[in-house]
C-alpha cells in the first residue's frame, strides 16, 4: 500500500494549458504539501495545509492553485501553464507533531512544451 | 547567499569507503536538521534527524550537527552500491515550525562495486 501516492507520475503538456495533479496519504497524517524540484535538484516548498486549512502558501504565481477535500487529498491545479513551470513537483505529508518528517510521494514529472 | 549550501558532487566513492556529506546554512534560527536521501525518480525519504546540537547514529550512518560552525554532516560507514543516490540535507526552525523545510541543493553519491 502506496502511503502517499500522486497521479499523474509524468505529464507532458503545451504552454498555456490548465493541468491538475493529484495527491491522496493514507498515513492518518493532518498536514499535506506541495514541494517543487528543479532541474537542479533544489527542493522547495509551495503550500501547506493543515486539515484543510492553508498554512504555507510561498511566493508561488496565482496561476497555481491547491485545493484540499479533506485531509487525506490535496490537489494542484495549474493554469496557463509556462516553460518555467516543468519541474518534478512532490506532494507530502507529515503529522501534526514532528512536521520536519515529511513523507513524500513519488512525483510528476511535468514537460511544457 | 543560499540559507543553505550544499556541494552537488557527484561524489564517487569504491564500496567499502567512509563516506562524509555536508551542508552550511546561514540562519542561525534552524533547531531541526535532516537527512532525506532520493532515489532516481523517487520522492526523498526520511534517513536521520536531529534536533539541535550533537551526533545522531543510526546503524552505518551518523548525523552531526555543529550550530557554533553552522555545518551538519552525514557520514556513511562501510558504504554500499545500495547507497548510490542523492542526499538532500534539510533545516527548519523551532518553536515556530510550520512544516517549512529548508534544502540544500543534494550531493550526488555513486558507490562503485
Known amino acids: 500500500d502506496t502511503a502517499v501516492s500522486q497521479t499523474p507520475k509524468y505529464l507532458v503538456t503545451q504552454m498555456g494549458n490548465d493541468k491538475s495533479i493529484k495527491c491522496e496519504q493514507n498515513l492518518g497524517h493532518d498536514t499535506m504539501y506541495w514541494y517543487k524540484q528543479d532541474s537542479k535538484k533544489f527542493l522547495k516548498i509551495m503550500f501547506s495545509?493543515?486539515?484543510?486549512?492553508?498554512?504555507i502558501n510561498e511566493t508561488v504565481p496565482n496561476r497555481f492553485s491547491p485545493k484540499s477535500p479533506d485531509k487525506a487529498h490535496l490537489n494542484l491545479h495549474i493554469n496557463s501553464l509556462e516553460l518555467g513551470d516543468s519541474a518534478v513537483y512532490f506532494c507530502?505529508?507529515?503529522?501534526?507533531?514532528?512536521?520536519?518528517?515529511?513523507?513524500f510521494g513519488s512525483g510528476t514529472q511535468l514537460s511544457v512544451l | 547567499q543560499k540559507e543553505v549550501e550544499q556541494d552537488p558532487g557527484p561524489l564517487s566513492v569504491p564500496e567499502g569507503a567512509i563516506v562524509s556529506l555536508n551542508c552550511t546554512y546561514s540562519n542561525s534560527a534552524f533547531q531541526y536538521f535532516m537527512w532525506y536521501r532520493q532515489y532516481s525518480r523517487k520522492g526523498p525519504e526520511l534517513l536521520m534527524y536531529t534536533y539541535s546540537s550533537g551526533n545522531k547514529e543510526d546503524g552505518r550512518f551518523t548525523a552531526q550537527v555543529d550550530k557554533s560552525s553552522k555545518y551538519i554532516s552525514l557520514f556513511i560507514r562501510d558504504s554500499q552500491p545500495s547507497d548510490s543516490a542523492t542526499y538532500l540535507c534539510a533545516m527548519s526552525f523551532g518553536s515556530s515550525n510550520t512544516g517549512k523545510l529548508i534544502f540544500g541543493q543534494g550531493t550526488t553519491l555513486q558507490v562503485k562495486p
Open positions: 507530502a505529508s507529515s503529522q501534526d507533531t514532528g512536521r520536519e518528517k515529511l513523507f
Open positions: 495545509y493543515n486539515n484543510k486549512e492553508l498554512i
